[in-house]
């Protein structure tokens, strides 16, 4: 199956290496991409609960899914995600 997840605090670059990079790495997911400008990640899983693994993966690097809570510290966890990413790109 494929889904598109809008996501908060992507800002760049940087941030979608960091999201291609965790999320690439979860069993049962494949064909991640990332949009900056409309702030998506579309990615192929086998199931719900592959979804599930991914939506919590993403709020924990400081992603959350849009409609979800977007704290003070999920926006700095996506500052650190951001710059790793452009340290590793």
């Known amino acids: 199956m ?4 809008i996501i908060q605090n992507l800002k760049c670059g940087g941030c979608a290496h960091t999201i ?7 069993e049962n997911i494949s064909n991640v991409v990332v949009d900056v400008e ?4 579309a990615f ?8 599930s ?8 690097i400081g992603y959350p899914e849009e409609g979800d809570a977007n704290s003070a510290l999920s926006k700095a966890k996506s500052f650190v995600s951001c ?5 590793t790109k």
């Open 2 to 5: 494929k889904v598109e997840i």
């Open 20 to 26: 291609t990079t965790k999320i690439s790495s979860i």
């Open 38 to 41: 409309s702030s998506s990640v």
């Open 44 to 51: 192929d899983f086998l199931s719900d609960n592959d979804l």
């Open 53 to 60: 693994v991914v939506k919590s993966k993403l709020a924990a």
């Open 83 to 87: 710059a790793t990413g452009k340290m």
